[in-house]
C-alpha cells in the first residue's frame, strides 16, 4: 500500500511550468543569468583567477594588456583578479547575516504573531524602537561595538535585518492565525509548537524566500558602503566597496577603476531584485511578501 | 435607456499546457438604467469572472479576447489604466464576495470607510468621520461609533458585508455588481442587506448586477437572470418566468436542487449524549489599555437549555451574531469559561480543547464553514486526514496514511486526488476532505458550524447528502449550525431557535416549523416560506 501511494502522480501546480513562465520574461532570464554568473564567479573565483589577488606584480596603475586585462591598481596588483573576487567576502557576510536574522527573525514573528499577549507587546516595541535608528546609524554603532571582523560583521547584518524580517512574519502569521485551519489543530490537541512550526510555518515559506534574496542584495550593498566608509572589510581583501574607495583617489587620471567595481555591485544588486520580481509574479506571490 | 451593453464578450485564462481556457465564452446582454439583473451558475461557470470584466478587471492570467463592455456607450475594455480607476468606485462599485479579504486587516473599519469617503466626497476631519457613521448608521449598523472603532476580524460576518457595502454605495457609483456578497449571512441579515441594497437602488437610481449561485436571493432582487454554465448564457430572461419555467435541463436541475422547507420524520429519542443547563458565555471587552487585563463584555449567550441523543442531530438556527457560532464553540472546545452546566454523557464539558482529556477531544469533532480556510494550504489531502489518525489513534505515519486513504475513497476522495493541496480542490471535494478528517477520529458527535454556506445549492446537496449517510453509518450525533432553515430543516431532529444570545424555539424540527409559538421564529419560518412560493420550482 505505501508503495501504490508512492506512484500517485505529483499535484498539478508542482509543474515546471511556472519556472518556465517567468524565465520566459526575457527581463527575468537576464537577471536570472546574471545572479547566476555573480553566484558562480564567488563560489569559483579562487581555482581560476590568473594572478594572486594581494601580489604587487607590476608598476602601478598599468594599463590594461594581455597579461592584466584590466590593467593594475594603485599597488600594481592585477584588477582582474581582484575584480572576479570583490563579491565573495561581501556575499558570504551577508548571507550568513541574512540567515541569521531569517531564522531568528523568524522564530520570534511566529510566535509573536500566534501566541501575541505580553510577549507580541514587548517584541513589537523592541522592533519599533531599532526600526526607529537610522539603518546606517545603527550599523556603525554595532560595528563600533563588536569590531570589524568578518563574524562581527555578519551579526551586524543579523541584528539590522532582525526587526524588518519580525515584522513582515509576524504581520503574515497575524492573518494566517486566524484561519480554522489553525483551530482545526487546536482542537486536535496539538502542542503550539507542533502549530508554529507545522502548520503555520510551511505558509511563510514562500514569503521567506522573496524575503531572502532581497535582504541578501541589499545587504551586499551596506557592507560595500560599511568598506567605503573603512568600517567594513579592511584591506588588501578584495572588495568592490573598498575598491571604489581606493579608485575615488585617481577618479581624475583613471576613472576605469571607478567603473569596474561599482558595475559590478550594481549589477548584482539590480538583477536579484528583476529576478526575485519575475519569480514573486511567476508564483502569484506579489503583494504577499513585504521586501 | 441602456446603461450597460456586453457584446460577445471572452475571457480567457491561460492554462498550464500552454493554451486558453475560456472562463466567459461569448456573452452579451444589456441592462437598463436603474435595472437589475441576477447572473446564477455553479461555482467556476465562469459568473465571477464576468461580474469582474464589467469593472474591466481581469485576475491575473486572463485576458479580455474578444468582445465589448459598453458603459453609457462607451467601451471599458478599451479605457487607460487612469480611466479604469476613476471608473471602479466611481462608476462602478463591487461588493465582492469574503468581506474579510476585501477588508484591511490592519484599518479599522472607520478608518478604511474614511479613506473611501475622503476620495469620493473630498472631506477632511471632523465632517469626515461624521459622514463615515452616517454611511454605517445607513446600513443599519445599530451602534455606528463601536463598529467603525473595531478591526475586521473583531466584526461578525454581517456586520463586515456591511462595511464593505457601505465602502462600495459611498462613490453613488451607476452601477453596482455584487459578486455573492449574502453567501455567508444569515436569512433575516440577508434580507435586510437585500433591502438596502433595493433601498439604495431606490435612492440613486443605480443598476444592480447580482452574481449568486443561491436563486432565491435573485429570485427576491433581480427583475432579470441570466443562467451561465461553463461560461455561457443558457437562459436568460424575465427571473420570474425563466423560474417558473426553465426552458434547458440545466436550470430545471439548478431549481430542483434548491433544498425544500420540509421536516425530517421524528424518531424516538434514547437518553441524552450532550445537555446544556443554564449555560451562558461572555467574551471578553476589548482591552482599555494594552496590558490591562480584560474584562468581560455583555452575554453573548445566556440561559441555554438543551439536549442531543446519540446518533440524532440539533439544528441550530439565528442570524449572525445570534450567539450560534459561539454556541458551537463552547461544545467543540474553541471557546473556554462558560457559566451553567454543559455535560458531555456523564463529563462535564469545559475549558478549551487543549486542556480537555484526549479521549473527550476525539469524541467531539468540529467541521468548519469554509473549508478553503479550514484545511492546511501546504498540508497535501492525505498528510490532512492522517494527521487526525496520528493524534487521536496513535498510529505510525505509514497506517495513518493507509487508514486515511481508505476513509477518503469511501467518500468520495479518489487516490488520484491524496497529493493534492487543498488549493487544487474544488469547492465540494475540500469540504469532503474536512469532513473526512473529522470522521478519522471515530467521533461521537460533530459540531457542524455553516458548513454548507460556502458552497453552490448542487454541491451542498451531495454534501448533505453525504452526511446523511455518515450519520447513518455510525450513528453519529451533528450539532448542525446554519442561517439556512430549509438546510436545517432537512437534517435535523430537533431545532434550537437563537436569537441574540437567548433560546427563542426548541423541539422538534416539524413542530417548530409547522407552529412555530414563538413570533421571531414565525417570522423566520415566514420569510423562508416566502422565499419557496416566490420560487414556485417546477416539478422536477
Known sequence: MPDALADLPIAPTRRPGRLLRALSRPATAIATLVVALHLLMAATAPLWVPHDTSAMLDVPLAPPSAEFWFGTDLLGRDYFSRIVSGGQVALLVASLGVTGALAAGTVVGLACGYLRGVLDEAVG??????????????????VLALGKSLPALAVVVAVVYFAGVVRVVRARTVALAALDFVRAAELRGESRLVVLFRELLPNLLPILAVEAPVRVSAAVLRISALSFLGLGISPPTPDWGLMVQEAMTVILTDPWLLLFPAAMLSSFVVAVNFAVDGFAAAYGLRGEAGA | MTLLRVEGLVVAYRDPAGGERRAVDGVSFTLER????????????????????????????????????????????AASPAEHTRLRGGRVALVPQNPLQALTPHLTIGAQLDEVLARHRGLRGRPLRAATLDLLAAMQIADPTALAARYPHEASGGQRQRAVIAAAVAGEPDLLVLDEPTTALDKTTEAQVLALVQAQQARTGCALVYVSHDLRTIAATCRDILVMHAGRVVESGLTEAVLEHPRVPYTRALVAALPQLAPRPARSAPPPLLEAHALGFRYAAPRAFPFLTRRPGPPALADIAFTLAPGRTLGVVGESGSGKSTLGGLVAGLLAGHSGLQLFGAAPLAGAARTRPPALRRRIQMIFQDPAASLNPRHHVLDLVARAYIAYHRLATTQARDRAATLLASIGIGPELLRRLPGELSGGQQQRVAIARAFAAEPDLVVCDEITSALDVTIQAQVLDLMRALQRDRGVAYLFISHDLAVVSEMADDILVLHQGRVRALGPAEDVLRDPADSYTSALVAAFRHRRVALAPAPA
Open chain 2, 34 to 77: 436603474g435595472g437589475s439583473l441576477g447572473i446564477v451558475g455553479e461555482s467556476g461557470c465562469g459568473k465571477s469572472t464576468l461580474a469582474r470584466a464589467l469593472l474591466a478587471h481581469g485576475r491575473p492570467g486572463s485576458r479580455f479576447a474578444a468582445g465589448r463592455i459598453l458603459l453609457d456607450g462607451t467601451d471599458i475594455l
Open chain 1, 125 to 142: 516595541r523592541l522592533v519599533d524602537a531599532l526600526m526607529a535608528v537610522p539603518e546606517f546609524l545603527l550599523i556603525s554603532i554595532l
